[in-house]
C-alpha cells in the first residue's frame, strides 16, 4: 500500500492566503523521516514538504497522513479535502491535533492524540484493514530508549542548502512550569531524555556536521547534557540548541559546550523586568544577573540569541524602550520580541478567559503574523502588535546591526550577521510576521 506523509506549509497572512515556499530549506525537519522510520515495511511512503515541493492530488496512493501545527492548520485542512474528495483516506496528528481534535476530525478519518510511537503503526493497521476509528488517543509518554533512525533516504536533498542543518531531539519535556508554554501539555509533564549512545548512533547515521538539538530545553538534566556533550568533542560537529539562562552563569558548562562545537544558542530571557518574569512563573531568570550572563556568552565565543515576550498586566510603558537600550548597551547579537499569546490549557490562556479578555479565540496561532488575540491591561491590542513590529525595525536597521555585531571572523559571528539580515528583511517587509518556515 502506498503512504503520503505530508508537512503543509502556511499561508503568509491573515490577509494573504498565498502559500510559504522556498526553493530550498535549511533545516532537515525531523517529523516526516521518523514517521518514515515508524511505518511498517509493507507500506510504500513517500514523503511531501509542501515548503519546498507541489502536492500532487491525483498521485495513486491509499492513504495520506498529515503533521498539522496550529500555523498550518488551514492548509492542511485544504490538503485533506483535496484527498478525501477523491475518496482517499486521511488522518492526522501532531499538537494542533492535540488540542484541537474534533475540529481537526472534521477534515479527515483518523486523528491522532499524543505521542506517535504508540499511534502510529494501529493507525496504519486499522487504516489497511478498512477499520478506521475516529480518535486514537495515546496511553502515555513512550520511552524514549532505541528510538529508530528518521529514514534521511526518503528525504531529495537538493532541496535543501549546501549548510543544511539536521534536527535531532535528546529530550521530551520541560522542567520548566512557564505562565504561557503550552508545550508540557503535549509533551508530558515528566523530562525524560534518550541515551547518549543512541543519540551519537543517530548523529553518526545522518553523514550531516550541522545540527540542532531540537528540545524544549537541552539541558533540562544538566548531567545527563555534559556527558552528551563530551560525547560530542571528538565529532567536530557544529550544533545548536535551547537551555535555560542560569546555565550560562555555570562556566564550566559553558565551556564544554563550546569544545564540543556549540554554534549558536537560543535563551528565553522574556522579560528585563523581574515583576514581569515573576508573573510569568519564570523563575530561572534573574535581572540582576543578566549582565554576567551576557558576558559569558560573550566570552564563550558562541552566537547567541534571546527571546522577548510583551503583553504581560504588570509591564512598565516603558519596556519596548528600556529592553533596546539593554540589548544595543550589551551588543546582543540576535533577539525575537513576541506578542504574548494566549494558548489553550495554559494557566495564561485559563486566567484570561476568567476575566473575558480574550479576542479571536478561533484564529489563536493560526497566521505567521504579530497578532494580539487578548486585550492588554495598559494598551490597546493594536498597540501592542505595533510596539512589538517597532522593535524589530529599530534593533535590525543597518545603524544597530553595525553597532552591535563583531566583524564576521568565525563560523559563530557569521552566523549572528545571517540571521540579521534575515531578519532585518522580515522587519521591513510590509506585514512583520514570526517565522515558522523552519519548525
Not at 224 to 230: C, N, P, R, T
Not at 291 to 299: F, M, Q, R, S, Y
Not at 411 to 434: H, L, M, P, Y
Amino acid at each position: 500500500m502506498k503512504l503520503l506523509i505530508v508537512q503543509p506549509s502556511h499561508f503568509l497572512g491573515r490577509s494573504n492566503r498565498k502559500l510559504y515556499r522556498a526553493r530550498r530549506k535549511n533545516l532537515v525537519g525531523l517529523t516526516l523521516p521518523y514517521l518514515a522510520s515508524l511505518t511498517p515495511p509493507q507500506w510504500d511512503v513517500k514523503l511531501i514538504d509542501q515548503r519546498i515541493c507541489d502536492i500532487d492530488f491525483e498521485s495513486p496512493v491509499d492513504l495520506v497522513a498529515i503533521t498539522v501545527w496550529t500555523e498550518n492548520s488551514l492548509p492542511a485542512y485544504e490538503i485533506a479535502d483535496g484527498f478525501r474528495a477523491r475518496g482517499v483516506k486521511v488522518i492526522m496528528g501532531g499538537p494542533h491535533t492535540f488540542f484541537f481534535s474534533a475540529e481537526a476530525a472534521q477534515h479527515c478519518d483518523a486523528v491522532g492524540i499524543g505521542e506517535g510511537e504508540t499511534l502510529w503503526k494501529p493507525m496504519l493497521d486499522d487504516a489497511a484493514n478498512g477499520s478506521l476509528k475516529q480518535f486514537y488517543r495515546a496511553k502515555g509518554p513512550h520511552d524514549l530508549k532505541n528510538l529508530p533512525f528518521p529514514r534521511y533516504d526518503l528525504l531529495d536533498f537538493r532541496k535543501y542548502s549546501r549548510f543544511k542543518t539536521f534536527a535531532i531531539q535528546t529530550s521530551r519535556g520541560c522542567p520548566f512550569r512557564c505562565d504561557f508554554c503550552s508545550e508540557r501539555f503535549f509533551l508530558g509533564n515528566d523530562y525524560r531524555f534518550r541515551p547518549v549512545s543512541d543519540v551519537i548512533e543517530e548523529i553518526l547515521a545522518s553523514k550531516g556536521k550541522y545540527f540542532l538539538f531540537a528540545d524544549s530545553t537541552f539541558a533540562g538534566k544538566k548531567d545527563h547534557s555534559m556527558k552528551l556533550m563530551e560525547a560530542l568533542i571528538p565529532l567536530g560537529l557544529r550544533w545548536s540548541a535551547l537551555w535555560s539562562m542560569n546555565l550560562c552563569l555555570d562556566r564550566q558548562f559553558m565551556d564544554l559546550a563550546r569544545r564540543s562545537g556549540l554554534l549558536h544558542l537560543n535563551i528565553g530571557m522574556e522579560s528585563i523586568d523581574q515583576a514581569t518574569l515573576s508573573g510569568m512563573n519564570k523563575r530561572a531568570n534573574k535581572v540582576r544577573q543578566y549582565g554576567e550572563i551576557v558576558k559569558n556568552l560573550c566570552d564563550s565565543g558562541v552566537s547567541y540569541s534571546l527571546n522577548f515576550v510583551f503583553g504581560y498586566d504588570c509591564e512598565p510603558p516603558s519596556i519596548f524602550d528600556s529592553t533596546l537600550d539593554f540589548l544595543r548597551q550589551n551588543r546582543v547579537p540576535v533577539a525575537y520580541f513576541n506578542v504574548l499569546t494566549p494558548h489553550i490549557g495554559t494557566p495564561f490562556y485559563e486566567r484570561m478567559v476568567g476575566e473575558g479578555r480574550l479576542l479571536d479565540t478561533e484564529n489563536i496561532g493560526r497566521w505567521p503574523e504579530i497578532a494580539c488575540y487578548f486585550k492588554p491591561k495598559n494598551c490597546a491590542p493594536q498597540e501592542l502588535e505595533e510596539n512589538v513590529k517597532a522593535m524589530y525595525r529599530k534593533f535590525y536597521n543597518l545603524r544597530s546591526m553595525f553597532s552591535r555585531l563583531p566583524f564576521p571572523t568565525s563560523q559563530s559571528d557569521i552566523a549572528s550577521w545571517v540571521v540579521n539580515f534575515s531578519q532585518r528583511k522580515t522587519a521591513c517587509g510590509k506585514t512583520a510576521r514570526e517565522n515558522f518556515d523552519d519548525y
